[in-house]
C-alpha cells in the first residue's frame, strides 16, 4: 500500500501541466500513487498524463467527459490506496519534500489533517506566514472544536491545504458536491462536523497559482455563481446530519452573510446587480434574525444586508462605504505606482 495517494484534477492546463506533475514526481517520499483524472480537457493535457504514465508506473490516468473540479477529484476516489491523501491543482506546485515531511508530522501525532503553509507562486511577505501559522496552532492537539476554532478551519478551507488521511475522507464520506463550485467551503463543513484531530506542518509547501475575482475569466465567475448555492448545500448537509443548531447555526450564520459581502465588495460594477439578485433570494428569516442581534458581525456587512433588505438609511451610508472602498484602492495603486517609480 503506498503511502500517499496524490489526486490532481486536470483540466485545460496544457501551460502548466507540465511543470505540476514533475514538482509530484519528483517527490523525497518515493511510496506515492499519482491519481490524474483527465476532465475532458479540450488542450493537450490528455496526452502528456498518458505520456507521463507511460513513464511512471505510479501513475493512473483517469479519462471521462467533463463534470468540473469536484466531479474529477471525487472521480479518483475508487483509486485511493494510499494510507494518506493529498489533492494537489493541476496548475500549482508543490515542495519535493511536502510528502515526506508532512506524512511524518501526520505520523507523530496521529492526525487525521496536517495542514501546511502556502504562497502565491511568489515571495511570500513573513508576516503573512507567521500569521497562519500562529492561528493554526491554535487547533492543534484539540480534542474537540469550540466556536473560536470553526472560523479559523473555515479561513483556511483549501482542500489541498492539508494531507488527509485516507480512512478519515472515505469512511466519513467527504466529498465535493457534484456540479458545484466553492467544493473546498463545503468539504469544510463536512470536516467539521466529524471533529478531526490536526496535526502542522509550519513551512511554506504548496504554490497556488491565485485568480482575481475582478478578472473574467471562467473560474471567477463560477466562483461568484457558486458560492451562494454552495451556503445552500451546507445548510442542507447541516439540517440532515442533525448540526444546525446553536453554535454552528451562529457560525453558519456569519459566514454566510460575511462571505457573499465580501464577494460583492471584490466585484466591478457591471457584474453587482444580478449578484444582488440572487444574494437577496437567499436572505431568508434566519438571516433577518441573526442581523438583528448583537453580534460580532461587521457594521459595514449589517448595513450592506440592511440595504439590500430596503432601509435608505442603509443604502446611504452603503453607498458612501462603496465610494471610500474605491477612492482608496484608487489612492493605492497611484501610491504603489508612485513607490515603483520612484
Same mark, same amino acid.
Given at each position: 500500500?503506498?503511502?500517499?495517494?496524490?489526486?490532481?484534477?486536470?483540466? +485545460?492546463?496544457?501551460?502548466?501541466?507540465?511543470?505540476?506533475?514533475?514538482?509530484?514526481?519528483?517527490?523525497?517520499?518515493?511510496?506515492?500513487?499519482?491519481?490524474?483524472?483527465?476532465?475532458?480537457?479540450?488542450? /493537450?493535457?490528455?496526452?502528456?498524463?498518458?505520456?507521463?504514465?507511460? !513513464?511512471?508506473?505510479?501513475?493512473?490516468?483517469?479519462?471521462?467527459?467533463?463534470?468540473?473540479?469536484?466531479?474529477?477529484?471525487?472521480?479518483?476516489?475508487?483509486?485511493?490506496?494510499?494510507?494518506?491523501?493529498?489533492?494537489?491543482?493541476?496548475?500549482?506546485?508543490?515542495?519535493?519534500?511536502?510528502?515526506? &515531511?508532512?506524512?511524518?508530522?501526520?505520523?507523530?501525532?496521529?492526525?487525521?489533517?496536517?495542514?501546511?503553509?502556502?504562497?502565491?507562486? &511568489? &515571495?511570500?511577505?513573513?508576516? %503573512?506566514?507567521?500569521?497562519?501559522?500562529?492561528?493554526?496552532?491554535?487547533?492543534?492537539?484539540?480534542?474537540?472544536?469550540?466556536? +473560536?476554532?470553526?472560523?479559523?478551519?473555515?479561513?483556511?478551507?483549501?482542500?489541498?491545504?492539508?494531507?488527509?488521511?485516507?480512512?478519515?475522507?472515505?469512511?466519513? +464520506?467527504?466529498?465535493?458536491?457534484?456540479?458545484?463550485?466553492?467544493?473546498?467551503?463545503?468539504?469544510?463543513?463536512?470536516?467539521?462536523?466529524?471533529?478531526?484531530?490536526?496535526?502542522?506542518?509550519?513551512?511554506?509547501?504548496?504554490?497556488?497559482?491565485?485568480?482575481?475575482?475582478?478578472?473574467?475569466?471562467?473560474?471567477? &465567475?463560477?466562483?461568484?455563481?457558486?458560492?451562494?448555492?454552495?451556503?445552500?448545500?451546507? !445548510?442542507?448537509?447541516?439540517?440532515?446530519?442533525?448540526?444546525?443548531?446553536?453554535?454552528?447555526?451562529?457560525?453558519?450564520? %456569519?459566514?454566510?452573510?460575511?462571505?457573499?459581502?465580501?464577494?460583492?465588495?471584490?466585484?466591478?460594477?457591471?457584474?453587482?446587480?444580478?449578484?444582488?439578485?440572487?444574494?437577496?433570494?437567499?436572505?431568508?428569516?434566519?438571516?433577518?434574525?441573526?442581523?438583528?442581534?448583537?453580534?460580532?458581525?461587521?457594521?459595514?456587512?449589517?448595513?450592506?444586508?440592511?440595504?439590500?433588505?430596503?432601509?435608505?438609511?442603509?443604502?446611504?451610508? +452603503?453607498?458612501?462605504?462603496?465610494?471610500?472602498? %474605491?477612492?482608496?484602492?484608487?489612492? /493605492?495603486?497611484?501610491?504603489?505606482?508612485?513607490? /515603483?517609480?520612484?
Amino acid at each position: 500500500m503506498p503511502k500517499v495517494s496524490i489526486i490532481i484534477p486536470v483540466y +485545460n492546463a496544457e501551460k502548466y501541466l507540465h511543470t505540476c506533475l514533475d514538482s509530484v514526481v519528483d517527490q523525497t517520499l518515493t511510496d506515492i500513487q499519482i491519481i490524474c483524472v483527465d476532465d475532458g480537457s479540450p488542450d /493537450r493535457c490528455p496526452q502528456i498524463l498518458d505520456e507521463y504514465a507511460a !513513464k511512471d508506473n505510479r501513475i493512473t490516468v483517469i479519462h471521462q467527459p467533463n463534470a468540473g473540479i469536484a466531479g474529477a477529484r471525487n472521480a479518483a476516489y475508487p483509486f485511493i490506496k494510499g494510507e494518506y491523501t493529498l489533492f494537489v491543482d493541476s496548475d500549482d506546485t508543490i515542495e519535493p519534500d511536502l510528502c515526506e &515531511k508532512a506524512v511524518a508530522v501526520a505520523d507523530a501525532e496521529q492526525a487525521d489533517m496536517t495542514y501546511f503553509l502556502f504562497d502565491r507562486g &511568489k &515571495k511570500q511577505n513573513r508576516t %503573512k506566514i507567521r500569521r497562519r501559522i500562529c492561528k493554526l496552532k491554535e487547533l492543534i492537539g484539540k480534542q474537540n472544536l469550540t466556536e +473560536n476554532d470553526y472560523p479559523i478551519l473555515l479561513r483556511y478551507c483549501m482542500v489541498w491545504l492539508r494531507l488527509w488521511r485516507s480512512r478519515f475522507l472515505l469512511d466519513n +464520506n467527504i466529498q465535493c458536491p457534484v456540479g458545484q463550485y466553492m467544493e473546498d467551503v463545503f468539504i469544510t463543513w463536512q470536516t467539521i462536523i466529524h471533529n478531526p484531530k490536526m496535526a502542522l506542518l509550519p513551512e511554506v509547501m504548496y504554490h497556488w497559482r491565485f485568480y482575481s475575482l475582478s478578472t473574467s475569466s471562467e473560474p471567477s &465567475k463560477k466562483y461568484i455563481w457558486g458560492l451562494p448555492a454552495t451556503y445552500d448545500l451546507i !445548510k442542507k448537509m447541516l439540517l440532515k446530519t442533525g448540526n444546525y443548531h446553536s453554535t454552528l447555526k451562529t457560525v453558519f450564520l %456569519k459566514r454566510k452573510l460575511s462571505s457573499l459581502h465580501w464577494v460583492y465588495a471584490q466585484l466591478p460594477a457591471y457584474r453587482q446587480a444580478e449578484y444582488l439578485r440572487m444574494v437577496k433570494e437567499r436572505i431568508g428569516q434566519d438571516e433577518q434574525e441573526y442581523l438583528s442581534q448583537k453580534n460580532k458581525l461587521k457594521r459595514s456587512v449589517k448595513v450592506f444586508y440592511y440595504a439590500l433588505l430596503g432601509s435608505r438609511f442603509a443604502a446611504v451610508e +452603503n453607498t458612501v462605504r462603496i465610494a471610500l472602498r %474605491k477612492a482608496e484602492i484608487i489612492f /493605492r495603486k497611484f501610491r504603489d505606482q508612485w513607490e /515603483r517609480t520612484g
